[in-house]
């Protein structure tokens, strides 16, 4: 069983940055690749960003490219989704998700196996 543990959300104002985390075990990066998503009420959960840090490759949705950017520690087995100028449609609980495929469908969360416990975002003024 493989744990994450998500962290960094909270409220911020329109144009503000968050950066979120997403801890597993430091090993855990070598076999896995991590998915963000986000699921705002009433909506499906989407897919926001990906990252194969063995495989050196990342994905963005495109309601989000060039705002959000996607980095990994594997030393520390996190991974992080910073995401600047931020607007109130970003407004979601926020997942990490991992899988130990390594050709998925990134956007997809039938591709992953291990979920976190999500983390709030607010943009509000």
């Known amino acids: 069983q493989l744990q994450l543990v998500e962290s960094g959300g909270g409220l911020v104002q329109p144009g503000g940055s968050l950066r979120l985390s997403c801890a597993t075990s430091?090993?855990?990066?070598?076999?896995?690749?991590i998915g963000w998503f986000r699921q705002a009420p009433g909506k499906e959960r989407e897919g926001v960003s990906y990252i194969s840090i063995s495989g050196g490759i990342t994905n963005y949705a495109d309601l989000v490219k060039g705002r959000f950017t996607v980095f990994g520690d594997r030393a520390k087995g996190t991974v992080y989704l910073q995401m600047n100028n931020l607007k109130p449609e970003d407004t979601a609980v926020y997942y990490c998700?991992?899988?130990?495929?390594?050709?998925?469908?990134?956007?997809?969360?039938?591709?992953?196996?291990?979920w976190g416990q999500g983390t709030q975002v607010t943009v509000s003024s």
């Open positions: 998700a991992a899988t130990p495929a390594s050709s998925v469908t990134w956007y997809s969360a039938n591709s992953y196996t291990y």
């Open positions: 430091a090993s855990a990066l070598n076999y896995y690749d």
